[in-house]
């Protein structure tokens, strides 16, 4: 009904006891309980997603985190900004997914928390070694993270932290395969993340399907890896013939049942959709195939997940951010019921 949005005054509805508690709020002027999600959403502060700005870990089962540098990218900067606009751009974000029926927010306790911060911006080594140091303390700490990047190669230092144990298996949707050695005289660029994973034991590629590749290159080693190393490429146009169905199918016996990473640049995206990111590649998937695909993989044992290279300056209407906050919102879905799974 036309201005009755819920949250708005004493029409809020009553929420179920339980998980939810952990969305109250209390205003310190009145006293007054509210629940911020449930309110007008351009009311309150900007969070990823409109989850609750942590103050600790314990109890936390999924973790919400910004990785604001693009010092990885090869072509043009501006991901260092996108978790600030995919938090603006959260607003859109309710409670339920009323495709799939997913209310995460009442599966989970989900937080906020912040950003990873960085004190030495200039050197790839020491900005991989902060980016591992902090998924490795929050993974030990608990919960699960869902991140904001950030250039892609954000995903190598997080998959040290959550493969240290055990090597992961991974679902990539990407125009690019980002298996490239050094470039430019480092080899921590955003071409070489899953290299980079493959090398340090922490992501099987056997167990690993990048879908969406296309585009022009200078040279052939990143697919000469891929293939090499028994990583599953499903080029674009292999995925117009399979159909999201055959696809998702396709992905879901590459991972099987083991621990699973999803990491979604936002390129794989055609850029009539996803202008604003640093390496745009036309003939990409639409908006609708992506969220398609990500639904399509319910009931994977996922672990951690990252949506990355939203680059904000390269797209003042904000569209980019916004597909980056909904896939960032699809993702948590999943990531929400394999975490209640496993309770």
């Not at 509210?34 to 990823?48: A, E, I, Q």
């Not at 540098?69 to 043009?76: A, K, L, P, S």
């Not at 493959?198 to 585009?215: C, H, K, N």
């Amino acid at each position: 009904m036309a201005g009755s949005e819920p949250g708005s005054g004493s029409s809020r509805p009553a929420r179920e006891a339980g998980v939810n508690d952990f969305y109250d709020a209390v205003s310190p002027v009145t006293g007054e309980v509210y629940k911020p999600l449930d309110d007008l959403r351009f009311m309150g502060g900007t969070t990823l997603l409109r989850a609750p700005l942590a103050t600790t870990l314990e109890s936390l089962d999924i973790a919400l985190v910004g990785v604001p540098t693009d010092h990885g990218v090869t072509f043009q900067p501006g991901a260092r900004h996108g978790p600030r606009e995919i938090r603006n751009r959260s607003n859109v974000v309710r409670r339920i997914n009323v495709v799939t029926g997913i209310d995460p927010f009442s599966l989970c306790r989900i937080a906020d928390v912040g950003d990873v911060r960085f004190d030495s911006i200039y050197h790839l080594d020491e900005v991989v070694a902060r980016i591992e140091a902090h998924f490795t303390r929050l993974h030990a700490a608990g919960p699960v993270p869902l991140s904001a990047g950030g250039d892609h190669s954000i995903t190598y230092p997080i998959m040290k932290a959550l493969g240290a144990g055990r090597p992961l298996g991974m679902v990539q949707i990407d125009a690019h395969l980002d298996t490239w050695d050094a470039i430019g005289g480092s080899k921590y660029h955003h071409g070489a993340p899953f290299r980079r994973a493959v090398e340090a034991g922490v992501l099987d590629p056997e167990r690993s399907i990048q879908i969406g590749i296309r585009g022009y290159q200078n040279f052939l080693d990143g697919f000469e890896f891929s293939m090499e190393h028994g990583m599953r490429v499903v080029k674009i146009d292999e995925f117009r013939r399979l159909g999201v169905e055959g696809v998702v199918e396709e992905a879901r016996r590459v991972v099987g049942d083991g621990p699973t990473y999803i990491t979604f640049d936002v390129d794989g995206i055609d850029p009539a959709f996803t202008p604003g990111t640093g390496t745009p590649e036309i003939g990409g998937l639409t908006t609708r195939e992506a969220i398609a695909l990500l639904h399509g993989l319910r009931g994977l044992n996922l672990v951690g997940a990252d949506v990355v290279e939203v680059a904000p300056p390269l797209d003042p209407s904000g569209g980019t951010a916004l597909v980056g906050a909904s896939l960032m919102y699809e993702i948590l879905c999943l990531l929400a019921e394999a975490v209640a799974s496993r309770r």
